[in-house]
């Protein structure tokens, strides 16, 4: 009999080239009782999954036993932070400085209440504790014009 397409398929499987269904079409020529002789050294590599014994996970006999060597009645278990709960820290840090620096600010005006402003700081409609950018700016666009006859700001 001639295998010759099962030995392209081995040839493609080597080469990393097979489709599922080609490797399942290899599984179940190997799976059969008679595999050529030539052939037989792969037969191990593609029944393995039917020939192998289920591997069964620890009882809880041995969980018991462990537990009763360590000396602890329960096994701890792992606890699922949320990402708000990570990053609680973050905020109580972030909420503190903010109440810090509010505090720091109503502090700084409470204690300026009394005092004069600042030498070069206008108070609200005093125009003669130093000179204003936005009122100088207008105030020599105002000059100007007013220097220039009517016909020529109209243009």
Do not use: H
């Amino acid at each position: 009999m001639d295998y010759k397409y099962i030995e392209q398929l081995l040839e493609r499987y080597w080469n990393c080239e097979t489709s599922l269904e080609e490797e399942q079409i290899l599984r179940a020529f190997f799976s059969q009782k008679d595999v050529p002789a030539g052939l037989l050294k792969y037969r191990d590599l593609f029944v393995y999954e039917q020939t192998e014994t289920k591997v069964d996970v620890l009882g809880e006999a041995f969980d018991e036993r462990m537990m009763a060597l360590t000396g602890e009645t329960k096994p701890v278990k792992a606890r699922t932070i949320s990402l708000a709960d990570r990053f609680m820290p973050l905020f109580k840090a972030a909420a503190a400085v903010a109440i810090f620096l509010t505090l720091g600010n109503a502090a700084q005006v409470a204690f300026k209440g009394d005092a004069k402003p600042e030498a070069g700081v206008a108070a609200y409609g005093d125009t003669q504790a130093g000179p204003s950018v936005a009122l100088g700016d207008t105030a020599k666009v105002d000059t100007l014009q007013a220097d220039k006859p009517t016909a020529n700001v109209l243009k």
